[in-house]
């Protein structure tokens, strides 16, 4: 069964540094998204992709961040400058129409 | 913005009995429903979801129920078992939209 898959699975970076966490979505998923968690705390919706552009973004999504398709298989999100409140899992997650399937993650911890 | 709404926090069960968890959502026009079970560490799985044109829905032990008058749906869990135990998240999408608002989450614990 086709999954979502993320690199890295760890990321440890200092405050200011830039990061790109990377996903691949499953192969014929038409949407992507970035949700982030917080240690014990709810999923919280970044950013929706459809169609090579963001459909929808949350507060969280400031211009800190950004989302790119570099080519038909990768997504990913970039943190320009890392905050200490940035530190969290990122999840990244696919969808056909609205059936979202989450990837592995990647726990991003800031120094 | 959508609210969602979840109860209770924690929940412990012996095996073998059911268990219930209960979301509230804020946007009557929200009209997809799904549940998310998350193990420690791992990342959440889709259990089972529920559009707005039915009630209820099942699959094996886990039902999930609409109210949409009153803006609230259900996990039911029967016969639980000690693989049972995980974390489990509702979620609520608004018409229009593809993003998921997840409700705070409920630590299901099943005692064997």
């Known amino acids: 069964e086709p999954e979502v898959t993320q690199t890295p699975s760890h990321q440890v970076t200092q405050m200011g540094q830039e990061v790109i966490l990377r996903c691949v979505p499953i192969s014929n998923h038409l949407y992507f998204y970035w949700y982030r968690q917080i240690l014990g705390q709810k999923v919280e919706f970044l950013v929706s992709?459809?169609?090579?552009?963001?459909?929808?973004k949350s507060e969280i999504f400031d211009d800190q961040f950004s989302v790119e398709r570099p080519d038909g298989s990768n997504f990913t999100l970039k943190i320009r400058s890392t905050k200490l409140e940035d530190s969290a899992m990122y999840f990244c997650a696919s969808s056909e129409v609205d059936e979202q399937f989450f990837g592995p993650g990647t726990r991003l911890t800031v120094l | 913005g959508e609210n969602v709404e979840q109860h209770p926090s924690t929940l412990s069960v012996q095996e073998g009995d059911s268990a219930v968890i209960k979301c509230t959502y804020s946007d009557s026009a929200s009209n997809y429903f799904p549940w998310y079970k998350q193990e420690l560490g791992k990342r959440p799985q889709l259990i089972i979801d529920?559009?707005?044109?039915?009630g209820e829905k099942k699959d094996q032990r886990i039902a999930v129920t609409l109210n949409k008058t009153a803006k609230h749906f259900s996990l039911h869990i029967t016969e639980t078992q000690p693989e049972d135990s995980a974390v489990y998240f509702c979620a609520a999408v608004p018409t229009g939209a593809n993003n998921l608002f997840f409700g705070t989450g409920t630590r299901l614990t099943v005692i064997p």
């Open positions: 529920i559009r707005s044109n039915v």
């Open positions: 992709f459809y169609n090579n552009e963001i459909s929808e």
